[in-house]
Every structure is written in C-alpha cells, then in structure tokens.
C-alpha cells in the first residue's frame, strides 16, 4: 500500500566530506525550528551557530550540534545528512553521449526526519520583509535575497577600482606570482604561457576598439580539481578611464599593462598560481597568461570578443608533463598491429576527475608507425593541455604497450586502436612516486613543499596497532 510521510529532503546542499566546513554558512548564523507535538505542545528551538565556539562549521558538525539542541528541548524529530552522490555520470566524447563512473566529490543533502506526528517549521531571527531568487544550474544553486529599501528609490552608485597592493593577500605570495611590471615580479621557470593574438598594434582591429570603448574583459581557468575560476573586470570609454601610465610607457602598451595588472590582482586574491602580462613583438602587443601546475586559461574575451589562446612550448615538456614529473602511470595489455601500423582513426579518451576528453589520430590508408603515432599523440596531449605522457613500449615480436604516465587528476585511460578497444590499468607506485606525490626535485613540479602537518598524542592509534590492528603510513611512520 501507498504510504504517506511527512519527511522532508533538501536538495543537494553541500560537496565534500563531511568533515569539509559548509561553504557560505556564517559560522554566527541564527534561526528557529518550531517544533509542535501531536497534543499541541509548541517548542521554540533556537539555534545559533556562534554557540558552538572553536569548532569547525562543518556539515556533520552542524547536524550534530541542531540535533543537540532539538533533544535538550524535548522535540521528537531530528535533523540528518543524505548522501546523494551519483554512481555515473553522462559526458559528450566525440559526438557520442557515454556514461562513466562518477568520481567526483561527494554530494549530501539534509533530511527533516518528523518523528511523533510533529510538525517542523523553520523560522528566520528578526526577519524583515524580503524578496527571493533562486537559480540553479547542474553544478549548484544560486541565492539573491533583496531586503526592503523601505520605499527609496534604487539609486546606482559608481565606485573607483581599489588602488593596487603589493600585498593583496597575505606574506607568501605578497609580491604577486606574475603580473605586469612592479610590484611583480617575473613568472617561475617553467610556467605555462599561452599567448593571446595581437590585441594592440599601429594599426586597428576590433580588440583594440573594444578596449577603447567601455567594456569588460573576462578570463576564465580550468584549476587542476576539475572546478573553473572566472575573473573579470570592467572599465569605461577611453575619454573617461584613467589608465595608470608608468615612465617610459607608450599609451597603448599602458593600458595593456594596467588591464593586465587589474587581472592579475583578482587571479592573486583567489589565491591562484596565474597572472597575466604583455608580450611585445616590434609594436604588436598582446597578452601572455602564465599559469602554474595543473591550471590553465580555458577562454579570454575583451568587450565581448574573444581571443585565440596559443600555448608556447616550454622547456622540458614531455607530451603534456613538464619535466617527465608524473604521479600515476597506466598500462595496456600487448597491441599487435596489423603489417606493424595504425590505419585510419585511432581514438584516445583521457577521463579526469570532473571530465573527459578525446583525441584521435588519423593513420590513413596507408597507415603510421607506433613512434609516429606516440609523436602525434603527445603533440595533441600538449595542445590539449592535458597532464599526461603517452609511450608505445616495443614489447617484441611485432606487440606493444601503450603507457600513459599522467598526474592525480586522471583516473582512466582508453584507446581504440585498429578498431579494437584498450583500457589501461593503473598500475603500482614505483621509484616515480614518493607517497601520493611525484618523485620530484626542487624546481620541479610538486618538487618543493607548499604545506605540511604534522599530528600529535596518537598513543590510541598506537595501542590500536599493539592489540593486533595493523596500521601503516607514508614513509613507515606512525
């Protein structure tokens, strides 16, 4: 038979663990769950997160601490976390929709659980009359609440850009990671720079038009996580912006360096490895985004127009690893060519954590060889942008193996070589890997430390291991 609840599911809240702290929850957020019995009792519950001191803000934290609150009160019902994360998930590869195993984070919505026949409301703490909007898209929803102005009309208010800092978000990376001119300083060796096309030159184009008219220029980032960053800032017609102009500087190379700055601070705030400076090739100039391991520039528009992004080579790339540092390696089983080539289209898909991407060679009807075919590839993987090392291994007798040596954010590898199909399987760690981390040296990526931990009092672990429970660490340490 049909039955009834009065249960209630949020949708999806929160990515992460449940130790992860809740993003955009106030750690002092008030408000009142009113709880009322079957016989009519009412119990006003309030809840006020700054109650819980030091303790992180984190999903189960907070469950918890309601939950406390609910019993110390008498109600029945309680609060708790739903794990809504999804077995597959559905990408377009080459035209063609496939379904693959979801690897992302995980995804918890939260659950009114009415017990005793009570009825569940929340309530907000001083409410005022408000207007709500609510936007969601497949990543997330988006909130705007729009309290009353008590009757004034909306008035628009122009604020000037904040002056540049030196230090905009703290000692570590004060200075700025790259950037037009000073305060900055020049990029790392070894960052990734891809150019834009002539944005300014002695004659005229339409980037140059849209920089003199008012308009904004955004730039969007693919962060190593699989999640994507957006900076975008804006400035007004050409007889109305106040374009810094240091010594020496021509106009137009002026305002391609402040532009270049503004977007570099926010890339700074963000705490991201990227920042953006000018190239200059005998009074044509343009852009040059620099962008740090696993981070790369996706898209730039200037007024609405994008711009083409080249990547330059850079020194000691092997395919799509710089330096031959990699952290995961994937192996196939033995590939034997018919009369020793590849024919026609050979298709490689690379998954990472949020996404997956193709590439195919065409071999034609004559064919190539496997060294012509890892060439090819590890070109397309540089292009790409994708992390990764591609390696036809000759194992004798006319066979190979196909190796992919990549970093964290690949999680499968596949080919589809002569028509028949490959999956490569991760193999163990070797003398390439140190830990979870790739056996690099200063300089290198991953190669010098960006944060440590260490834990202290762990003799329960340590009784633990004596009363038979095996434990075991980075390194053999406890």
């Known amino acids: 038979m049909a039955s009834k609840t009065e249960d209630y599911t949020t949708p999806v809240i929160h990515r992460g663990s449940l130790y992860d702290k809740v993003t ?3 750690s002092d957020a008030k408000f009142n769950i009113v709880a009322t019995s079957a016989a009519g009792t009412v119990r006003n519950v309030s809840i006020d997160l700054s109650q819980m001191g030091s303790i992180p803000r984190t999903l189960g934290n907070v469950v918890s601490f309601v939950n406390n609150k609910l019993s110390a009160a008498g109600a ?5 976390t739903v794990d809504q994360t999804p077995k597959t998930t559905n990408t377009v590869i080459a035209g063609q929709v496939r379904t693959l195993k979801y690897t992302g984070p995980k995804q918890y919505a939260l659950k009114v659980d009415v017990r005793a026949n009570e009825r569940i409301a929340f309530e ?33 208010q122009l604020l000037d850009r904040p002056a540049a800092t030196a230090d905009p978000i703290g000692a570590l990376i004060g200075a700025g990671w790259i950037g037009a001119g000073e305060p ?17 030159s002695s004659g005229s184009n339409t ?4 920089i003199r008219d008012a308009g904004e220029a955004v730039l969007k980032l693919d962060l190593p996580d699989g999640r994507s960053l957006t900076v975008t800032t804006a400035w007004r017609s050409d007889d109305l912006e106040a374009w810094r102009t240091r010594s020496g500087e021509s106009e137009d190379r002026a305002m391609l360096d402040d532009l270049a700055e503004r977007l570099t601070q926010l890339l700074h705030e963000q705490g991201v490895a990227a920042g953006v400076d000018v190239w200059d090739d005998n009074g044509n100039l343009g852009f040059s985004v620099y962008t740090g391991d696993g ?11 994008f711009t083409t992004l080249e990547t330059v080579e850079t020194p000691g790339m092997v395919g799509g690893l710089r330096d031959g540092v990699f952290a995961r390696r994937f192996e196939t089983g033995l590939i034997v060519p018919e009369d020793g080539v590849f024919k026609d289209s050979q298709t490689f898909t690379f998954t990472g954590g949020a996404s997956a991407q193709s590439i195919t060679i065409d071999g034609g009807e004559n064919g190539i060889t496997a060294a012509q075919l890892e060439t090819q590839l590890n070109t397309k993987l540089r292009q790409k942008g994708i992390s990764a090392a591609a390696y036809l291994v000759d194992a004798g007798g006319g066979a190979f193996t196909l190796r992919i040596d990549a970093l964290h954010d690949m999680v499968d590898v596949s080919a589809v070589l002569n028509k028949d199909v490959y999956d490569g399987d991760i193999t163990a760690p070797g003398s390439w890997a140190s830990g979870g981390l790739p056996n690099a040296t200063t300089g290198q990526p991953f190669g010098d430390s ?8 762990l003799a329960a672990l340590d009784e633990h291991r004596r009363a038979g429970h095996p434990s075991r660490c980075r390194d053999g340490q406890r």
Do not use: C, H, W
Request: overall charge positive; proline content about 2%; hydrophobic content about 40%.
């Open 76 to 80: 029945s019902s309680r609060i708790e």
């Open 295 to 305: 981070v790369s520039a996706s898209s730039l528009s200037i007024g609405g127009k």
């Open 184 to 200: 900055y300083v020049s990029a790392p060796a070894g960052a990734t720079e891809q150019r834009t096309n002539v944005l300014m």
């Open 24 to 26: 955009g929850l106030a």
């Open 207 to 210: 980037f140059e038009t849209n």
């Open 124 to 156: 907000a703490v001083n409410a005022n009359p408000s207007f709500y909007a609510v936007g969601t898209t497949a990543s997330g929803a988006r909130l705007i609440k729009l309290e009353d102005t008590g009757g004034a009309a909306g008035q628009a």
């Open 450 to 457: 960006i944060r440590s931990y260490s834990a202290s009092g």
